[in-house]
C-alpha cells in the first residue's frame, strides 16, 4: 500500500514538473518572440531632447566624434557591439581688398580628420516579457590626423605679383577610450526596443608630436626666400568617471 501511494506521489510530482517546465518553455518561446536571436544585426539610434524636441541622431565615441553603431547576435544571450565613425574637418576661405591700385588677397585653409573604431561585448541577464538588461565592456580608438594650416597672401600690382606662403603641419595622435556599464532594451514590438546606458568611462589621450612651420616668400624680383622652422609639442590627457548622462536609444534589429 504504501509503495502505491509512494509510487503515485512520485507519479504526480513528475507530472507537475513536467507540465511546468512545458509551461516556462512556452512562456519562454512567447517573450523571445520579441527578441533577436542569434544571427540578427541591429543598429541603434541616441534619443535626445525634452518631450518637445525630440531627435535622434548618431552615438557620440568618448573623445566626441560621431559613430554608426551596431550589434550583433553572436548567440542568444551574447552580443557584439561594433562601431564605426569617420570625420573630416575642412575649411576654406577666400579674401580679396583693393588698396589704390593694389589688390591684396588672402587664402587660408586647414584640414584635419578623425577615424574611429569601436568593439565591445554584452551580455544579456535574465529577462522578463518585454524588459532585457545586459551588462557591457566597449573599447574605442580615435586615430587622429595631422592639423594642417596654409595661409597665402598676394600683393598684385603693376610691378608684378610678391606672395608670403605659410604652411603648418602638427601631427595627430591616438584617443583610447574603455566603457564598462549596464543597460537594458525595453521592447516595444518585434525586435523594436528602446533602451538606456549608463557606464564608467576611461579615456587617454595622446595628441600631438613635431609642429613644421614653412614660410615662402617670393617677391617681385629676385629668388624666393624658405624658413623652416619645428617644435615639439605634446597633449596627454586621462580622464576616469561615470559617464555624465544615461544614453537613452531606439534600437532595430533584422
Keep these: 500500500m504504501k509503495v502505491r501511494i509512494l509510487a503515485l506521489l512520485l507519479s504526480l510530482f513528475v507530472s507537475t514538473y513536467t507540465f511546468a517546465q512545458e509551461k516556462e518553455s512556452k512562456k519562454e518561446n512567447v517573450y523571445n518572440e520579441l527578441f533577436p536571436k542569434a544571427g540578427d544585426f541591429g543598429v541603434s539610434l541616441q534619443l535626445n531632447g525634452l518631450i518637445d524636441q525630440i531627435n535622434l541622431g548618431t552615438f557620440e565615441n568618448n573623445y566626441g566624434n560621431n559613430i554608426l553603431f551596431g550589434k550583433y547576435y553572436i548567440q542568444d544571450k551574447k552580443v557584439l557591439r561594433l562601431g564605426f565613425g569617420f570625420d573630416l574637418d575642412a575649411r576654406k576661405r577666400e579674401r580679396a581688398d583693393s588698396v589704390g591700385q593694389?589688390?591684396?588677397?588672402?587664402?587660408?585653409?586647414?584640414s584635419q580628420y578623425f577615424i574611429n573604431v569601436s568593439f565591445g561585448y554584452e551580455h544579456h541577464l535574465a529577462a522578463s516579457k518585454r524588459l532585457d538588461p545586459y551588462l557591457f565592456a566597449q573599447v574605442d580608438l580615435t586615430f587622429i590626423g595631422k592639423n594642417i594650416i596654409n595661409a597665402e597672401e598676394r600683393v598684385i600690382s603693376g610691378a608684378g605679383t610678391a606672395s608670403v606662403k605659410d604652411e603648418i603641419k602638427a601631427d595627430g595622435g591616438l584617443a583610447f577610450g574603455l566603457a564598462a556599464g549596464g543597460g537594458f532594451n525595453y521592447f516595444l514590438a518585434e525586435r523594436f526596443s528602446i533602451g538606456a546606458e549608463l557606464a564608467l568611462q576611461i579615456q587617454y589621450i595622446k595628441e600631438g608630436g613635431t609642429?613644421?612651420?614653412?614660410?615662402?616668400?617670393?617677391?617681385?624680383?629676385?629668388?624666393?626666400?624658405?624658413?623652416?622652422?619645428?617644435?615639439?609639442?605634446?597633449?596627454?590627457?586621462?580622464?576616469?568617471g561615470v559617464r555624465p548622462q544615461a544614453i537613452i536609444q531606439l534600437s532595430y534589429f533584422f
Design 211 to 240: 609642429i613644421s612651420e614653412t614660410r615662402t616668400t617670393r617677391p617681385i624680383n629676385g629668388n624666393p626666400v624658405v624658413d623652416i622652422n619645428s617644435r615639439d609639442d605634446i597633449l596627454k590627457n586621462t580622464n576616469i
Design 102 to 110: 593694389t589688390l591684396v588677397e588672402r587664402d587660408s585653409s586647414v
